[in-house]
């Protein structure tokens, strides 16, 4: 499977990517193609057509279609976080319903966590989904939501019982289709991590099933929606490598072509020495990415870790782009190089699934709670 990604990326992708980020266009034919080769069912069991492969392959090919382009990974996070919520979480209804369309693409999900005033401040949740006699009637907003307008289900978690304190005890996942109450408000502009769109969602007086509630018990999402986002850190962490490669890979070829005082750059002594902490920086993220998940896919908690991986994944395809820049001198700064790209898109993954300040929290937590006196 990661061969497969690797050459899907190298012959359709890598020279085709420019156009599409560009003009922040929708790839349409490479989501078709990703489709068709299985990659929306990634995380779905195989007896509902998924290809079910273990976490750590999962973070592999995340990792391949990051290095082709941050946003084609992107298109299946959120739907992947969702796909495996269903796998573990959901109802035998439930998991009928939508695995097997999810896992060929024909339904694309995505997830609704953070709030416009919230951000990663899950607990200041405003957003409820009010019981009715035969469901629950779901009023707030949600933004900066990843494939949105493409998606025909949002795993949206959101407040069940208001009257519960903490207010994480009365949160559910719920299964939410398009249709009456729902509207995108606006495609909400973005530095990077374009062509795929990040939106804005209102849910007025939305009307929704009673069996829309993940696993059917109601004031279980926070639960959920942890390990979910497990698997959700596990994945940025692998966008954050594919960046970091791709950003390595054009370094150390262009810094065996580019001459200066006679002979390759790579040998001048300050640029080999980026070179080379570049790399040694990217295998320390990758072992860490493949530690998280590992640790998943033995069933064993992964918070920390996968905590852990996204940090400095994140953090070191940040730096990495940058020393590319650096590599490449002005041409660094040039649209015609793809640096400047890899330059734009690392941010996201500081920021996205959990802010990296809210990563070292994670991390702390779990570190004194593993290691009490």
């Not at 070191?316 to 898109?345: C, N, P, W």
Request: hydrophobic share 45%.
């Amino acid at each position: 499977m990661v061969a497969l990604v690797r050459d899907f990326i190298d012959q359709r992708v890598v020279g085709n990517v420019r156009e599409f980020d560009e003009d922040d266009v929708y790839p349409e034919e490479f989501i078709e193609e990703m489709k068709k080769l299985g990659f929306f069912g990634l995380l779905a069991p195989a007896e509902y057509g998924g290809v079910d492969v273990s976490m750590a392959c999962f973070a592999r090919v995340c990792e391949e279609l990051a290095r082709g382009w941050m946003s084609l990974a992107g298109a299946i996070g959120g739907h992947s976080v969702i796909t495996y919520l269903i796998k573990t979480f959901g109802t035998p209804e439930q998991q009928d319903k939508y695995l097997g369309a999810m896992a060929e693409g024909a339904i694309r999900a995505t997830m609704a966590l953070t709030e416009p005033g919230g951000g990663s401040d899950l607990q200041a949740m405003r957003t409820n989904a009010v019981p009715t006699g035969d469901g629950y009637v779901i009023t707030g907003s949600k933004t900066w939501i990843s494939n949105a307008a493409h998606s025909g289900l949002v795993g949206l978690l959101c407040r069940t019982d208001r009257d519960v304190t903490p207010a994480h005890t009365g949160m559910s996942v719920l299964l939410v289709e398009p249709g009456e109450g729902f509207a995108i408000s606006r495609k909400l502009p973005k530095l990077g991590y374009r062509g795929v769109e990040a939106c804005e969602l209102v849910f007025d007086a939305m009307p929704v099933p009673a069996d829309a509630v993940l696993g059917g018990e109601p004031n279980r999402g926070w639960a959920h929606m942890m390990r979910g986002l497990e698997v959700g850190r596990i994945q940025v962490a692998s966008r954050a490598l594919g960046v970091g490669q791709a950003a390595l890979e054009a370094a150390t070829k262009y810094a065996q072509e580019r001459e200066s005082f006679g002979q390759p750059i790579w040998k001048h002594q300050s640029v080999g020495n980026m070179l080379a902490d570049m790399a040694t920086k990217q295998q320390a993220a990758r072992l860490l990415t493949v530690d998280a998940a590992q640790k998943l896919d033995r069933g064993e908690r992964a918070d920390m870790e996968a905590g852990m991986a996204k940090l400095f994944a994140s953090e070191t395809a940040m730096e990495i782009a940058l020393d590319a820049v650096r590599v490449h001198g002005g041409y660094g700064y040039s649209k015609e190089f793809d640096v400047e790209r890899y330059f734009r898109d690392a941010p996201l993954m500081i920021v996205g699934e959990g802010t990296n300040e809210i990563q070292r929290n994670v991390i702390a937590a779990q570190l004194i709670a593993r290691n009490k006196i």
